[in-house]
């Protein structure tokens, strides 16, 4: 099981801009999706955003058009570029390799 850790939450105003980092604790190899993940207050953690090994992706339609996934290489495994964002943005974005390995999230919060 891999350890992960995100990057690059913080404060945003609406319509700004934030790109999030997912670390891996050692160079992986892995054929799974990989996939970021956020969990608002109150709300069910939802997929926003997955990308497989040949690089296809999917987003959550809340997010589609404004967030953009990517892989990385070395401990770099993925990031989620995220653009025009809106406060309903506002959650604990964690990455996830299947099948258990999640971070511990980072706050990304979205000021009107």
């Known amino acids: 099981q891999v350890q992960l850790v995100e990057s690059g939450g913080g404060l945003v105003q609406a319509g700004g801009s934030l790109k999030l980092s997912c670390q891996a604790s050692?160079?992986?190899?892995?054929?799974?999706?990989l996939s970021w993940y956020r969990q608002a207050p109150g709300k069910q953690r939802e997929l926003v955003a997955v990308?497989?090994?040949?690089?296809?992706?999917n987003y959550a339609d809340s997010v589609k058009g404004r967030f953009t996934i990517s892989r990385g290489s070395g401990k770099l495994l993925m990031s989620l570029q995220m653009n025009s964002l809106k406060p309903e943005d506002t959650a604990v974005y964690y990455c996830?390799?299947?099948?258990?390995?999640w971070g511990q999230g980072t706050q990304v919060t979205v000021s009107s």
């Open positions: 990308i497989t090994a040949n690089g296809s992706t």
């Open positions: 050692e160079i992986i190899f892995s054929l799974n999706p």
């Open positions: 996830h390799v299947p099948p258990s390995s």
